[in-house]
């Protein structure tokens, strides 16, 4: 397995589990467009948690090829500087479908950037234990 393929394994689980606890109540959740903080740090809104969801799957689903996970990283890390980006411009439409707020905008920033980083890493073969 590639280090880009085991990038978006890693990711792809870890934004599925985020999808789902954002729709759980006892985590900050919330299941519709009322917008919440997710382990009281990260905005919320319904739309947002579809979104993770969908970010999640498709990194799975890209994970099964180095060429495939390459580029969902690229794709997937460019998109999330430039939500960082329009993060910090405050847009009030998009502030009002996806809640974010400055937790969101670094996380958004360091996992594009990360992102980034492994689409163009180019084809890295990961040691098994």
């Avoid at 729709?23 to 740090?41: M, R, Y």
Wanted: hydrophobic share 55%; net charge neutral.
């Amino acid at each position: 397995m590639t280090l880009a393929q085991k990038f978006a394994t890693a990711f792809g689980g870890v934004y599925v589990l985020i999808g789902i606890l954002g729709f759980v109540s006892f985590f900050g959740g919330t299941i519709d467009q009322t917008p919440n903080q997710l382990l009281g740090i990260f905005g919320i809104t319904a739309v947002h948690n579809v979104v993770h969801l969908l970010i999640g799957l498709a990194f799975l689903g890209a994970a099964r090829t180095d060429a495939n996970a390459r580029m969902a990283s690229l794709l997937i890390g460019g998109t999330y500087v430039l939500v960082g980006i329009i993060g910090l411009l405050n847009v009030q439409f998009i502030n009002d479908l996806l809640a974010i707020n400055g937790a969101d905008n670094g996380l958004h920033f360091a996992s594009g950037i990360a992102a980034l980083a492994v689409g163009l890493a180019g084809r890295r073969n990961v040691a098994t234990a």
